[in-house]
């Protein structure tokens, strides 16, 4: 049996032409493959070593540049290249909001097969870094090790980190000196917890042998100035616990929400966990137009507080609503866009699939004294159906937001079957926003579409569309 060809070739004086799909960069090899790139900007010239081929494309890495790409900047963060947050440092802000709105123009016009208006500009974010409003940080005494620190085949004494997972390596966790993410006290918290940590003999965790004590960091921060903190233990020892909370609690005065989980399960996720409330309340609010929203550790709420407003403001004004109309929030989490729009509605229905983000809905409905907001839990795809329809109305407008695989299938056809005047479809995967469109396409055309950059430094961005139903002969 003849021995499978490994694929790897080396091209010289390859120019980087695009930026495309997941933040890599594009190139034609000789024979006119595509070739993708994790660690270049468009515009450089570099020799490519490849590691993988396939029929159409190989998979490669820039190993020697040659000229430099005037869409470069030099990248702010020190772990730029190691940890996988932020691939787009290195590519000046304006160049990343032009790739972004071509990956959308792109994946509605091929996927999507949709004849777009004039599209209008990208919304760009003031703020470029520390724009975060939440961060998750992982606990491990066994950190990720450079190259060099292997190659010395020094003793290293102290493996402990506290920062974020390598890329592809589930066991392994780059120490953070300074992440540019989350404003301060992020920083100081993060160091600090580390530091007294390691000083105490308070074990890290170990995700391949599951032992250890300290296991994950979630800050969440608010424009209301309110901070939560809250550490995820994987056992419980009382006088250890109570040792760094104590800890926390006088280094940090200014943290409003101090909680802490004991999680014992093989993952770290804490949705299915009791969340427990060491010192100050157990949530944090988040304002917006003199609405507030309560924000607990389980709440889903855009990472980018101000860029969220942004959205809002987008969905607000393509939703175009009198306040004589019928509104349908569908995936609507918490209820924040139901709410945010229901001042200008005659009456909005939410709903989503998840018990506690109803519950936060309600409450914080009740808390901005909205009565014309509904909101019900159940499976999109089984709660929305004609029986609903008809006990709570049919909807002038729909505005949908849904997670990133986009909407089922029965929901696009109810969408369909319902056929209200217009629809706002919100979206952070443009590819499967493109999808839905064109199963839409007979009943509705795009009248407007617009990105909105929540994650500067990134690849990812949202896309808003407003659908109107075709007008018809009869």
């Not at 250890?240 to 014992?264: H, W």
């Not at 550790?297 to 609503?321: C, I």
């Not at 696009?412 to 919100?426: D, G, M």
Request: proline letters at 3%; a neutral charge.
């Amino acid at each position: 049996m003849p021995r499978r060809k490994s694929g790897k070739q080396h091209f010289e004086n390859i120019e980087v032409l695009d930026a495309g799909a997941k933040g890599k960069s594009i190139a034609k090899a000789p024979d006119g493959k595509v070739i993708f790139l994790p660690n270049a900007v468009p515009g450089d010239v570099v020799d490519v070593q490849t590691f993988k081929k396939r029929k159409a494309y190989y998979e490669g890495k820039a190993i020697n540049f040659h000229t430099l790409s005037q869409k470069r900047t030099e990248p702010e963060c020190r772990h730029f290249g190691v940890c996988g947050g932020c691939k787009w440092q290195n590519m000046a802000y304006e160049y990343q909001l032009f790739y972004k709105q071509k990956e959308v123009i792109n994946n509605l016009t091929r996927i999507g097969h949709i004849t777009l208006p004039e599209v209008l500009p990208i919304i760009g974010s003031k703020k470029h870094y520390y724009y975060r409003n939440k961060m998750e940080f992982s606990f491990s005494d066994s950190r990720w090790l450079s190259q060099e620190e292997i190659e010395s085949q020094a003793a290293i004494d102290n493996k402990n980190a506290l920062g974020f997972h390598i890329p592809g390596m589930w066991d392994k966790i780059l120490d953070i000196e300074h992440c540019h993410l989350q404003a301060d006290p992020s920083n100081a918290i993060r160091n600090a917890v580390k530091q007294f940590a390691i000083k105490n003999d308070l074990e890290f965790f170990n995700t391949r042998h599951q032992t250890g004590f300290l296991r994950t960091m979630m800050i969440r921060t608010s424009s209301t100035g309110e901070l939560m903190v809250l550490i995820q233990f994987f056992k419980d020892h009382v006088a250890k616990r109570e040792l760094l909370l104590d800890y926390i609690s006088g280094a940090f005065p200014e943290i409003t929400s101090l909680l802490y989980v004991i999680n014992t399960k093989a993952n770290d996720t804490i949705y299915d966990q009791d969340i427990f409330c060491y010192k100050g309340k157990d949530h944090i609010n988040e304002e917006m137009e003199g609405l507030r929203f309560k924000i607990n550790a389980k709440s889903f709420y855009q990472t980018n507080s101000e860029q969220a407003y942004a959205l809002y403001k987008l969905v607000r004004d393509f939703a175009g609503l009198s306040g004589s109309e019928l509104v349908y929030d569908l995936y609507t989490g918490t209820g924040t866009i139901a709410q945010f729009i229901a001042n200008r509605a005659k009456k909005v229905i939410g709903i989503e699939s998840v018990p506690d983000a109803i519950s936060a809905a309600k409450e914080n409905a009740q808390q901005n004294k909205i009565d014309n907001a509904d909101f019900f839990v159940g499976d999109m795809k089984h709660l929305f159906n004609d029986q609903f329809i008809s006990i709570h109305g049919r909807p002038d407008v729909i505005i949908t937001d849904p997670p990133r695989d986009g909407m089922h299938k029965d929901v696009v056809q109810q969408i369909l079957n319902i056929s209200p005047k217009k629809v706002v479809y919100v979206s952070c995967n443009s590819a499967t926003q493109a999808r839905d469109l064109a199963l839409m396409n007979a009943i509705y055309k795009v009248t407007k579409t617009q990105a909105v950059d929540m994650f500067p430094q990134t690849y990812h961005v949202e896309n808003v569309v407003l659908l109107e139903r075709r007008e018809t002969d009869n």
